[in-house]
């Protein structure tokens, strides 16, 4: 029996500008990937990036743990007097943050 490969849930792509570090976040970001992008987080703030943006187009699913994820983030990096940026949030995202009552809650880049 040929067991069926499956693609990773959630990805992560880093790109350093001289401005900022850029993370491209593909896939599902939910309870079994969110400590993923916890932990991709924390080691960018340990390495003293100072500006992290996090380019969401392709994220194709959140849930609350997901959304807590990035509420922990965000709270990491500015408590450290960072920015966090989500830049062209999917529509799965935006509609989450909308309904959480949290569109204010990110700087968001359309």
Do not use: I, K, P, Y
């Given at each position: 029996m040929c067991a069926a490969r499956r693609r990773p849930l959630l990805t992560l792509e880093t790109f350093d500008d001289p401005d900022e570090v850029v993370v491209v976040v593909r896939g599902e970001l939910d309870v079994t990937s969110s400590p993923s992008l916890v932990e991709h987080?924390?080691?960018?703030?340990?390495?003293?990036?100072s500006r992290v943006t996090l380019d969401c187009r392709h994220?194709?699913?959140?849930?609350?743990?997901?959304?807590?994820?990035?509420?922990?983030a965000r709270d990491r990096l500015e408590g450290d007097g960072r920015a966090i940026t989500l830049r062209h949030p999917s529509p799965v995202m935006r509609r989450l943050l909308h309904l959480a009552d949290l569109s204010g809650a990110f700087l968001v880049e359309p």
């Open positions: 987080l924390d080691r960018l703030a340990v390495a003293g990036a994220v194709a699913f959140v849930d609350a743990s997901g959304l807590g994820a990035l509420l922990a």
